[in-house]
């Protein structure tokens, strides 16, 4: 099964080993945690990030940062911002609910090329 890749990135050591171990235990998600900064950098980097989880005790200012570097990176880069992490299962549903969100909006293309003159013979270019 293919797990969707959680980086988890908050100064508190306790909320982000606990968002971290929320998040893995979910056969579907797999949690990536960060200690600091240039460390979230570094793992954003190395591993294919579907959804980065801000914990809001790092600062305004880093928040912006990381976003920053981040969406310029991968614009479809889910970011959430929880204020706090507790014992429940409510990170791990906001996951995957805009997991799902960004699924769903995912709409297939179509690309169509129809040539009209191919079949001709006639040597004629259109630019």
Do not use: Y
């Not at 099964?1 to 909320?15: S, T």
């Not at 971290?20 to 990536?32: A, C, E, Q, V, Y």
């Not at 920053?68 to 609910?97: G, M």
């Amino acid at each position: 099964m293919n797990r969707k890749e959680v980086l988890v990135f908050g100064q508190n050591e306790v909320a982000r080993e606990t968002a971290g171990r929320l998040i893995n235990n979910n056969r579907d998600l797999l949690g990536i945690v960060a200690s600091t900064a240039e460390d979230a950098i570094e793992k954003f980097h190395r591993f294919n990030i579907n959804v980065a989880v801000l914990i809001n005790d790092i600062g305004e200012e880093q928040i912006r940062k990381l976003r920053k570097i981040f969406t310029l990176q991968n614009e479809d880069l889910i970011i959430l911002q929880p204020d706090a992490v507790d014992e429940s299962d409510r990170l791990c549903n906001e996951v995957r609910e805009s997991l799902e969100k960004q699924k769903l909006s995912e709409k297939p293309s179509w690309s169509l090329i129809d040539d009209a003159l191919k079949g001709t013979g006639l040597d004629i270019h259109i630019e």
